[in-house]
């Protein structure tokens, strides 16, 4: 049998993907139908949806199992998470599916925290609860850091340990695929490139990704100020350089001195920083198509929520960039998206993943933006989840704003870690566990769970053995993916990148016109030295023509004079008649020489004497 060819090949791969989506919009389907059968069979008298297994076998709980089943309840939809574990902490725990632990979802814009040391499952909790969401119809954005995320677009493949996993805690587990949209910054990586500009991203974002001190970060926002009022738009970050360069030039250093100035130092560090950023490849998260935020609201067809993953493994070697760029989603998403209150459920769920690098070395104000940000967008119906290792990676005043608490095991293998346990267990409501053991005891996939009830009041906290998630807890294919990136709207809208005139066209014009401008002026005022030299050198040819031909004259004066004097010397030897006669000849004479001669020094004094 002959090779396939590589269009062959492609033609086949279509098929079993377009196949693929199929099966799973089938399986999602009857998962959905599953799913509603539950819910109705699961309605309490006083109409509570509480999840139920539906089996004779899980009598009512007693005691504090029916506490919690009681506080977890909620009469509208609920974001189901697992079942209380009853038993020992480090013993043999037994799950009890008639306990079963969720969110209400109208409180889900409470915010939230996932927490735990490495390898302990918060991000197969995190990809539960986004499965979770998406069936209840709330589109989710999700970090995802390594790339272990990317199997929500495949459906899980069956195991014995899996099914009796999921059967212990009353999950009516069904392998499912979700509608996923993968997006990546700048490009770099699968997915959907999402950009945005300098202007939208903002100096104190930027700052912190430049890692600026406050002195630098204060001058890159007169830098913005300057670029606002001026009219340039600071696209990319050649728009930023020509900016800043053209600020501290000759043209343009005089500009800032009235607000403060920006010294060639400060500039030097600042354009270092951005050259430093660009030789990591960023400056493609920077420009045009911007990416609009509003696009990850989405829906399926079939009603279920989209889950936005943004994949990271191309950039996870620049912490402070990634984490910034989600803190700049999250702060957009504040700006463009309306005040809806306490609607039933979230309009979007934002898990931001390795949450404690966006807080490292960040300067006070930039905390200040954050903790602003995370109160104030409950209100625009979105609700945030910061994903990190321990609750004292995320600052007080940020922490203050989380009521819905996931927390996985801590280890204590330092003096330190010890002190990071204690403070996690004074943060919890009063409960019958030792918090201290149990936390440094708890099994991967298990956590210790308090969220907020639909009255606004912490829940008592449950030991929790987490749903297993329906999807492949495996990376998805590389193949799978780019076929889903293929198949999405966004592709036409972000992927060609677009270079539209803005700071460094203009200030290139600006600078040629200055410059041409300058050369005018120089050639002007040479001009006007030449003429000035040309006019001092004739008016010192004429004084010098002046004297000469006074000189002259006065030679000639010198001459008649003395040809006069003769001549009266002779008319004294002759008669007086004669003598009166020549002397009457030689005064006229005389006269009219003396004449001539003050004529020609007149007209030379002047210069009215013609050449």
Same mark, same amino acid.
């Given at each position: 049998?002959?090779?396939?060819?590589?269009?062959?090949?492609?033609?086949? +791969?279509?098929?079993?993907?377009q196949?693929?989506?199929?099966?799973?919009?089938?399986?999602?389907?009857?998962?959905?139908?599953?799913?509603?059968?539950?819910e109705?069979a699961?309605?309490?008298?006083?109409?509570?949806?509480?999840?139920?297994?539906?089996?004779?076998?899980?009598?009512?709980?007693?005691g504090?199992?029916?506490?919690?089943?009681?506080?977890?309840? /909620?009469?509208?939809g609920?974001?189901p998470?697992?079942?209380?574990?009853?038993?020992?902490?480090?013993? @043999?725990?037994t799950? %009890?599916?008639?306990?079963?632990?969720?969110?209400?979802?109208?409180?889900?814009?409470?915010h939230g925290?996932?927490?735990?040391?490495?390898?302990?499952?918060?991000?197969?909790?995190? #990809?539960?609860?986004?499965?979770?969401? /998406?069936?209840?119809?709330?589109?989710?954005?999700?970090?995802?850091?390594?790339g272990?995320?990317?199997g929500?677009?495949?459906? =899980?493949?069956?195991?014995?340990a899996?099914?009796?996993?999921?059967?212990g *805690?009353?999950?009516?587990?069904?392998?499912?695929?979700?509608?996923?949209?993968?997006?990546?910054?700048?490009?770099?990586?699968?997915?959907?490139?999402?950009?945005?500009?300098?202007?939208?991203?903002? $100096?104190?974002?930027?700052?912190?990704?430049?890692?600026?001190?406050?002195?630098?970060?204060?001058s890159?926002?007169?830098?913005?100020?300057? =670029?606002?009022?001026?009219?340039?738009?600071?696209?990319?970050?050649?728009?930023?350089?020509?900016?800043?360069?053209?600020?501290?030039?000759?043209e343009?250093?005089?500009?800032?001195?009235?607000?403060?100035?920006?010294?060639?130092?400060?500039?030097?560090?600042?354009?270092?920083? *951005?050259?430093?950023?660009?030789?990591?490849?960023? @400056?493609?998260?920077?420009?045009?198509?911007?990416?609009?935020?509003?696009?990850?609201?989405?829906?399926?067809?079939?009603?279920r929520?989209?889950?936005?993953?943004?994949?990271?493994?191309?950039v #996870?070697?620049?912490?402070?960039?990634? /984490?910034?760029?989600?803190?700049?989603?999250?702060?957009?998403?504040?700006?463009?998206?309306?005040?809806v209150?306490?609607?039933?459920?979230?309009?979007?769920?934002?898990?931001?993943?390795?949450a404690?690098?966006?807080?490292?070395?960040?300067?006070?104000?930039?905390?200040?933006?954050?903790?602003?940000?995370?109160?104030?967008?409950?209100?625009?119906?979105?609700?945030?989840?910061?994903?990190?290792? /321990?609750?004292?990676?995320? $600052? =007080?005043?940020?922490?203050?704003?989380?009521?819905?608490?996931?927390?996985?095991?801590? +280890?204590?293998?330092?003096?330190?870690?010890?002190?990071?346990?204690?403070?996690?267990?004074?943060?919890? $409501?009063?409960?019958?566990y030792?918090?201290?053991?149990?936390l440094?005891?708890?099994g991967?996939?298990?956590?210790?769970?308090?969220?907020?009830?639909?009255?606004?009041?912490?829940?008592?906290?449950?030991?929790?053995?987490?749903?297993?998630?329906?999807?492949?807890?495996?990376?998805?294919?590389?193949?799978?993916?780019?076929?889903?990136?293929?198949?999405?709207?966004?592709?036409?809208?972000?992927g060609?990148?677009?270079?539209?005139?803005?700071?460094?066209?203009?200030?290139q014009?600006?600078?040629? #016109?200055?410059?041409?401008?300058?050369?005018?002026?120089?050639?002007?005022? =040479?001009?006007?030295?030449?003429?000035?030299?040309?006019?001092?050198?004739?008016?010192?040819?004429?004084?010098?023509?002046?004297?000469?031909?006074?000189?002259?004259?006065?030679?000639?004066?010198?001459?008649?004079?003395?040809?006069?004097?003769?001549?009266?010397?002779?008319?004294?030897?002759?008669?007086?008649?004669?003598?009166?006669?020549?002397?009457?000849?030689l005064?006229a004479?005389?006269t009219?020489?003396? %004449?001539?001669?003050?004529?020609? *020094?007149?007209?030379?004094?002047?210069?009215?004497?013609?050449?």
């Open positions: 049998m002959a090779s396939p060819t590589p269009a062959e090949l492609a033609a086949l +791969r279509a098929v079993a993907a196949a693929a989506a199929e099966a799973a919009e089938a399986r999602a389907a009857a998962a959905q139908a599953a799913l509603a059968a539950a109705a699961a309605t309490t008298e006083d109409d509570a949806a509480v999840v139920s297994t539906g089996s004779a076998t899980n009598p009512e709980p007693d504090y199992a029916a506490e919690v089943a009681a506080a977890y309840a /909620s009469r509208g609920t974001l998470l697992g079942a209380l574990l009853e038993g020992e902490a480090g013993g @043999d725990a799950p %009890n599916p008639a306990a079963q632990v969720g969110f209400a979802l109208r409180m889900l814009n409470r925290l996932v927490a735990g040391a490495t390898g302990t499952g918060k991000t197969k909790t995190l #990809q539960a609860m986004a499965e979770g969401l /998406s069936a209840a119809g709330v589109p989710v954005f999700v970090a995802d850091i390594k272990d995320l990317s929500l677009t495949v459906a =899980a493949t069956a195991n014995r899996l099914t009796e996993r999921a059967t *805690i009353g999950q009516a587990w069904t392998p499912t695929a979700y509608p996923v949209e993968f997006y990546s910054l700048g490009g770099l990586g699968q997915g959907v490139p999402i950009r945005t500009t300098v202007t939208d991203f903002g $100096p104190l974002l930027l700052s912190k990704v430049l890692g600026l001190n406050g002195t630098q970060e204060s890159l926002g007169l830098v913005f100020h300057w =670029a606002d009022a001026q009219g340039l738009a600071l696209l990319d970050l050649k728009d930023l350089q020509a900016t800043i360069a053209y600020l501290v030039s000759d343009g250093k005089g500009d800032l001195k009235g607000i403060g100035g920006l010294s060639a130092a400060t500039a030097g560090v600042i354009l270092r920083e *951005i050259v430093a950023l660009q030789a990591q490849g960023a @400056d493609v998260f920077f420009g045009e198509p911007a990416f609009a935020t509003s696009d990850l609201l989405r829906t399926a067809p079939d009603g929520g989209v889950v936005s993953a943004l994949e990271l493994p191309a #996870q070697d620049r912490p402070a960039l990634f /984490s910034t760029f989600l803190m700049w989603l999250l702060a957009d998403l504040f700006q463009e998206l309306p005040e209150g306490d609607p039933e459920k979230p309009r979007l769920v934002f898990f931001f993943d390795e404690h690098l966006l807080f490292t070395d960040a300067s006070k104000d930039f905390l200040t933006q954050v903790t602003q940000t995370v109160r104030l967008i409950r209100s625009k119906g979105v609700g945030v989840f910061f994903v990190t290792q /321990s609750p004292k990676d995320v $600052p =007080a005043d940020v922490l203050a704003q989380l009521g819905n608490r996931v927390q996985h095991a801590l +280890r204590a293998f330092t003096p330190d870690d010890a002190t990071a346990v204690r403070q996690a267990v004074r943060t919890f $409501p009063h409960s019958p030792d918090l201290e053991r149990l440094q005891s708890l991967t996939g298990e956590a210790v769970v308090t969220v907020l009830t639909e009255k606004g009041a912490p829940t008592p906290v449950a030991w929790t053995r987490v749903r297993a998630p329906q999807s492949s807890m495996d990376p998805a294919p590389s193949a799978v993916v780019d076929d889903v990136v293929a198949a999405s709207p966004g592709q036409a809208r972000y060609t990148p677009v270079d539209n005139e803005s700071a460094f066209e203009l200030l014009v600006r600078v040629a #016109q200055e410059a041409a401008a300058r050369e005018a002026a120089d050639a002007a005022q =040479a001009a006007a030295k030449a003429q000035a030299k040309a006019e001092e050198a004739a008016a010192r040819e004429r004084e010098a023509t002046a004297r000469r031909e006074q000189a002259e004259l006065e030679k000639m004066r010198a001459r008649l004079e003395r040809e006069a004097a003769a001549q009266r010397a002779r008319a004294a030897r002759v008669p007086t008649r004669t003598t009166r006669s020549r002397t009457s000849a005064d004479l005389l009219t020489a003396g %004449n001539t001669l003050a004529r020609e *020094i007149t007209r030379t004094i002047f210069g009215t004497r013609r050449r």
